[in-house]
């Protein structure tokens, strides 16, 4: 054999350096996952296990948070792929110290951490903070569809339910009456059909039916009395502003609610929580609305939950909650970067109340503005007393405005582009609207994870003096 290659030994007695640490480079990710993990507070977790435990001993908690978040931001999402990459993967392998637990233990440790998930997320946040990485002040908030686990195709509407519901039960008369007629005939000229079986069936099918018409029927009273409560406040102010001016309103009156179930309304018999919602060019998936506010210069996540709407408009005042909540050392939140999807006048307000600036449009900005326009010199000061509308337009027109608008695009879109194109996750594992939410921010926590060790890398530190200095 030539002398001129390299030829692998696979009987070598050691395969790798002996000791883990020199498996990798030191700037590798599992080693900046593993020292992030070692600076949170998993007291919480530790403290679920019995003292009594019986059987082999658990794995530590803070080898599996890591192995679960390594696996995420590196698109290895499912329990299994992550059973099979504790063998297969050297940056895995030296997280678990060479230990391989199970499928059944990944999956059972991860919906064990699920209530400690919102002190980590936090806690994350708080790291990049200290490491000079994060720093609030304008935050972009928008909304991306992710497929439920469920097929539209299970879906029934309150129409096809009556009109299925109806066919069935003639059917089940049908049956019984064939039942009764077989029964009188001898055994050689019996009905090759299993009658008691297709009777049975159709019962399943008609008690699966009632549960999803009675679903239906919920939330269109649900629906009908928050469009009647909102319809009301409207008219309300409709009303007050006339009586003010002594003049008519401008514009039409808030059309009133009908309290009719619509046959449109929908359930998905597989995930009743999830919806049907637009994925675009006239094509629709049973979806969550899934919501992120995003540090415009840090570009991590600082906010997020999940929504059954596919409507952005009522997601603002949630995140202005979170946005309130958040620890004073992350900063204050000054402005608020929102595409037309959540302009409101109510929302403008809810903003401003807040102690921010909103830069929200009251339309949808067009591509390939004429040079006209975008040359145009900005509208007079808005007179005073003028409406939170007016002072908002005005801001959009100037040039500073125009500026801080457009740092949107590039903030939250690509956030999501990441989630769904680089690490992979496009759509939830889980079912149920709570589940959901967990699983959420499990995502945000990996994006989050990845992130900051990009703009770690960015500085060209090195990763123990840094973790010294806020260890």
């Not at 299994?80 to 230990?99: H, N, Q, Y």
């Not at 928050?226 to 009301?232: H, I, N, V």
């Not at 000061?381 to 500073?400: C, L, Y």
Request: hydrophobic share 35%.
């Amino acid at each position: 054999m030539s002398t001129k290659f390299r030829i692998p030994d696979r009987k070598t007695p050691f395969m790798f350096p002996p000791s883990m640490e020199d498996w990798l480079p030191e700037e590798h990710l599992a080693h900046f996952v593993v020292d992030i993990v070692s600076r949170l507070d998993l007291s919480d977790l530790r403290s679920s296990y019995s003292e009594q435990m019986r059987g082999q001993k658990a794995y530590d908690p803070g080898m599996m948070v890591s192995l679960i978040f390594y696996c995420l931001i590196t698109g290895i999402l499912s329990s299994r792929k992550m059973e099979r990459a504790t063998w297969e993967s050297i940056p895995v392998r030296f997280i678990t110290g060479d230990l391989h637990p199970d499928h059944d233990t990944i999956a059972s440790f991860r919906n064990r951490m699920k209530d400690s998930l919102d002190k980590i997320f936090l806690k994350i946040l708080l790291i990049a903070q200290e490491m000079g990485m994060l720093k609030l002040g304008t935050v972009s908030l928008d909304g991306t569809k992710m497929k439920a686990n469920a097929s539209k195709h299970k879906a029934f509407s309150y129409e096809y339910a009556c009109k299925l519901e109806k066919q069935l039960k003639e059917e089940l008369e049908q049956l019984l009456t064939l039942s009764e007629a077989v029964e009188e005939e001898s055994e050689a000229n019996k009905s090759e059909l299993n009658i008691p079986e297709e009777i049975r069936r159709r019962e399943d099918r008609l008690a699966v039916i009632e549960q999803a018409k009675a679903e239906i029927v919920r939330r269109e009273k649900e629906r009908y009395e928050k469009e009647k409560a909102e319809y009301e406040a409207k008219m309300e102010a409709r009303e007050s502003k006339e009586r003010e001016t002594g003049k008519k309103a401008r514009g039409k009156a808030p059309v009133e609610p009908k309290e009719e179930i619509s046959g449109k309304a929908q359930v998905n018999l597989t995930d009743e929580d999830s919806r049907i919602m637009p994925k675009g060019k006239g094509t629709f998936e049973q979806s969550y609305n899934a919501q992120a506010g995003v540090d415009v210069d840090s570009h991590m996540i600082v906010t997020e939950h999940v929504t059954q709407s596919s409507n952005d408009q009522e997601e603002l005042k949630p995140a202005l909650s979170e946005l309130k909540e958040l620890p004073e050392d992350l900063g204050n939140v000054e402005k608020v970067l929102c595409d037309a999807g959540y302009y409101s006048e109510s929302n403008l307000k809810a903003v401003e109340e807040a102690g921010m600036e909103p830069y929200i449009p009251a339309g949808r900005e067009k591509h390939n503005e004429p040079l006209k326009s975008r040359m145009e010199v900005a509208a007079p000061e808005p007179e005073a007393g003028a409406g939170v509308q007016e002072r908002t337009a005005h801001r959009m027109k100037t040039e500073a405005g125009r500026k801080e608008y457009g740092k949107r695009k590039g903030t939250s879109e690509p956030v999501f582009g990441i989630i769904k194109k680089v690490m992979g996750y496009s759509s939830f594992m889980t079912r149920g609207l709570e589940k959901v939410q967990k699983e959420w921010t499990l995502v945000c926590i990996g994006y989050n994870l990845k992130r900051l060790f990009t703009l770690f890398n960015a500085t060209k530190g090195v990763l123990s003096p840094v973790f010294k200095v806020i260890g």
